[in-house]
């Protein structure tokens, strides 16, 4: 079993940035599907970006130019740089692994935008 932590969600105004990371408690090298999702108040879970083992990366059309996932294999951890934020970006944030058929979720990290 592998633990996701996120942590470095906070309150920020629009158009500032953060830098919500995912701690994972043992090596990610072999998970090869890290992603960040999110949910806001009353809409579904939403696939925001993803970093695949072999070094590509997705981003949803709404997040493309301002975020970038980004993954250190030496710190079993998963970064999520948000800039340009709106308010419209406000929802928990949520890490997620997979690793051959087990498919790991953190508790998730609250992002408030302040417009």
């Known amino acids: 079993q592998v633990q996701l932590v996120e942590s470095g969600g906070g309150l920020v105004q629009a158009g500032g940035s953060l830098t919500p990371s995912c701690a994972a408690s043992?090596?990610?090298?072999?998970?090869?599907?890290m992603g960040w999702y999110r949910q806001a108040p009353g809409k579904k879970r939403e696939l925001v970006t993803s970093?695949?083992?072999?070094?590509?990366?997705n981003y949803a059309d709404s997040v493309k130019g301002r975020f970038t996932i980004s993954r250190d294999n030496t710190k079993n951890t998963v970064y999520l740089e948000m800039n340009s934020l709106k308010a419209e970006d406000t929802a928990v944030y949520y890490c997620?692994?997979?690793?051959?058929?087990?498919?790991?979720w953190g508790q998730g990290t609250q992002v408030t935008v302040s417009s």
């Open positions: 970093a695949i083992s072999g070094g590509s990366t």
């Open positions: 997620r692994g997979i690793k051959v058929t087990n498919d790991y």
């Open positions: 043992a090596s990610i090298r072999s998970i090869a599907f």
